[in-house]
């Protein structure tokens, strides 16, 4: 069958459109029966170059007011026709004024002359100061610099996945968050997140952590493992959601406000269980408490409602979903009452009390500007509504804790994927 090819930013950058299959089968007495396969865009899984935008401390904002580089075997600085070469270790200093971003068109291209990384010295991450493989590409914008790391997808994943799963992990939890990892890193080159940048996404939580850990020889050995590794459901790169821990129970899309489809039937509830019971019954996020003074969570809810609610008389939730997730919290106060929908603005919507989260190992946990999850239950005891949740994030997908316990079970990571996700096949490409 031919292929038509469109290409966008280089190398594997092509959607396949697959010809449309028209099967004509003639039976007796005349009839005709066509099947017909509607074609669909899918990317090459060919290892494609990968662009990232690195964002600043925090991963807070998209323009840097500067940038200051430097690499252990010197650099190799490209704009327009012309290039200049540091020595080692020499550091370079860029401003969105910097006249070479003319000569450039805008741009300016760093590589490392000994093919190693890049470190970025205004940028701080969890293990201090971020160094990168490829090429770190600088553009200058109206509102600072943009910073755009061009790296082989695979060797992109290997920032990726201990960033988002701990090193220390079974290798087979590993291996399935790889190929999640993947997954989600395909999927936009299909649909990239920074088209104005010819960028795929960025490196924070709004698209998958890149590069706040450093590279792990342990974790290098799972992205090996399962090169060109993917999953699909009914031919398609699947939406390979995951999070921390389940509470036993994970839910479906409409924890999102999202109907589920025919398409995305693989991200539906399952209970997180084996023989022995939930495989996460014993970690510490699987149960949690909080206990909020009526006074400080009024203050802090109307804040984040942005409406003056005032003494919190009452907060029901009035609707729920698959696995127990609260969808719908109905918060009554003497002054203003306010419905609430979906799980991150009921997490968002209760959250930043900077009420301590105690775990059921008694661990203190400190509050954040979200509750730990919508899967919970809520009281008022007095001057105090207390909250009872179990698990941690948005509880879509595969709970990354349940896979280590089932790796720990002597689950493989197809087994551990094709139950997070029903009905998908794990597929490698060559």
Not at 61 to 85: D, K, N, R, W, Y
Request: a negative charge.
């Amino acid at each position: 069958m031919s292929e038509r090819h469109l290409t966008w930013g280089g190398k594997g950058k092509r959607l396949k459109y697959g010809l449309i299959i028209l099967v004509v089968v003639l039976l007796s007495g005349g009839f005709a029966f066509a099947v017909w396969r509607a074609a669909w865009d899918e990317p090459a899984i060919d290892n494609p170059d990968f662009r990232v935008v690195i964002k600043t401390n925090e991963f807070a904002e998209v323009f840097h007011p500067a940038m200051e580089v430097s690499a252990a075997g010197g650099m190799t600085i490209s704009f327009g026709e012309e290039s200049l070469e540091t020595a080692a270790g020499e550091k370079e200093k860029f401003s969105p004024d910097d006249s070479r971003f003319e000569e450039g068109e805008g741009k300016i291209r760093i590589t490392a002359k000994d093919g190693g990384e890049i470190t970025l010295h205004n940028i701080q991450r969890a293990y201090g100061t971020p160094s990168y493989a490829g090429v770190i590409e600088l553009r200058a914008a109206e509102d600072g610099l943009v910073v755009i790391n061009e790296l082989p997808l695979e060797k992109y994943l290997c920032k990726v996945v201990p960033s988002e799963m701990a090193f220390y992990y079974e290798l087979e939890a590993l291996k399935a968050q790889a190929i999640c990892a993947r997954n989600f890193a395909y999927l936009h080159v299909k649909e990239p997140g920074y088209p104005e940048y010819e960028a795929n996404l960025d490196d924070s939580t709004r698209y998958q952590v890149y590069g706040n850990c450093q590279e792990d020889a342990f974790v290098d050995q799972a992205i090996v493992g399962t090169k060109n590794q993917v999953m699909r459901y009914w031919g398609k790169l699947a939406t390979a959601l995951y999070f921390s821990t389940s509470c036993g129970y994970t839910t479906g899309l409409e924890a999102w406000g999202t109907e589920a489809d025919e398409a995305s039937r693989y991200l539906k509830s399952v209970a997180v269980k084996g023989e022995d019971g939930d495989y996460e019954a014993e970690l510490p996020w699987y149960k949690w408490k909080i206990q909020i003074p009526v006074e400080t969570l009024s203050s802090q809810v109307s804040a984040n409602m942005e409406t003056d609610l005032g003494t919190i008389q009452d907060i029901e939730i009035t609707k729920t979903g698959d696995g127990g997730i609260a969808l719908q919290v109905r918060i009554t106060g003497d002054k203003d009452t306010v419905m609430v929908e979906t799980e991150n603005k009921i997490r968002k919507a209760l959250g930043g009390t900077g009420a301590e989260v105690v775990r059921q190992d008694g661990s203190i946990e400190p509050g954040t500007a979200l509750l730990p999850s919508a899967f919970f239950t809520i009281e008022k005891d007095g001057d105090t509504f207390v909250i009872n949740g179990g698990g941690f994030g948005h509880g879509i997908g595969m709970s990354q804790s349940g896979a280590n316990e089932m790796a720990k079970k002597g689950k493989n990571c197809n087994e551990i994927l094709t139950f997070f996700f029903q009905n998908v096949k794990v597929e490698t490409e060559e």
